[in-house]
T-cell receptor
Framework: GESVGLHLPTLSVQEGDNSIINCAYSNSASDYFIWYKQESGKGPQFIIDIRSNMDKRQGQRVTVLLNKTVKHLSLQIAATQPGDSAVYFCAVINFGNEKLTFGTGTRLTIIP | KAGVTQTPRYLIKTRGQQVTLSCSPISGHRSVSWYQQTPGQGLQFLFEYFSETQRNKGNFPGRFSGRQFSNSRSEMNVSTLELGDSALYLC????????????FGPGTRLTVL
């Protein structure tokens, strides 16, 4: 089955710096990848997604990079702000068996 | 478009009791899935319903059950509550589970005393 892991359970970044959160997945046949942000006491919130036929996608201050060769996904947050403090986790979907797997999450703390 | 809503937001129960949680998906979404989230275990998949049928199920005991109504609203029931059932229960909806983005509700925080 699919396994999804994050490289670091916690990450502290200075306000204004860029943050990079990484995710590794095991199934090379995975088709669709999503990043979620979960603030304390709230449900996960969709940030950005990317399909396997792409290697980069940009949103507002966020970029997702997909490296299918090494089965690695990353979320880059530019110019981090205090409001970016949250737990971030990735989700991986395999269309073939409709399998959806979540990573365990990285807690991002912004240092003022 | 309104997001996923869950009621109640907070619940306190005692061991042995049962509880019912409710979830209303985003309009047009027919798939509703439920997750248990605890600090140590992360997001654990409970089950998923599509068009009133349970299509996928995680590894939880039979005390955890659910159902979906014709309007896609879903309920989750936990019987004979145990202390270890204390968690944030999240509901998510999508057009088709395992095929597109899931959108989560705010969750129901269940505390079992």
């Amino acid at each position: 089955g699919e396994s999804v892991g994050l490289h670091l359970p916690t990450l502290s970044v200075q306000e204004g710096d860029n943050s990079i959160i990484n995710c590794a997945y095991s199934n090379s046949a995975s088709d669709y990848f999503i990043w979620y942000k979960q603030e304390s006491g709230k449900g996960p919130q969709f940030i950005i997604d990317i399909r396997s036929n792409m290697d980069k996608r940009q949103g507002q201050r966020v970029t997702v990079l997909l490296n299918k060769t090494v089965k690695h996904l990353s979320l880059q947050i530019a110019a981090t702000q205090p409001g970016d403090s949250a737990v971030y986790f990735c989700a991986v979907i395999n269309f073939g068996n409709e399998k959806l797997t979540f990573g365990t999450g990285t807690r991002l703390t912004i240092i003022p | 478009k309104a997001g996923v809503t869950q009621t109640p937001r907070y619940l306190i129960k005692t061991r042995g009791q049962q509880v019912t949680l409710s979830c209303s998906p985003i309009s047009g979404h027919r798939s509703v899935s439920w997750y248990q989230q605890t600090p140590g275990q992360g997001l654990q998949f409970l089950f998923e319903y599509f068009s009133e049928t349970q299509r996928n199920k995680g590894n939880f005991p039979g005390r955890f059950s659910g159902r979906q109504f014709s309007n896609s609203r879903s309920e989750m029931n936990v019987s004979t509550l145990e202390l270890g059932d204390s968690a944030l229960y999240l509901c998510a909806s999508s057009f088709v589970w395992g095929r597109d983005t899931q959108y989560f509700g705010p969750g129901t925080r269940l505390t079992v005393l």
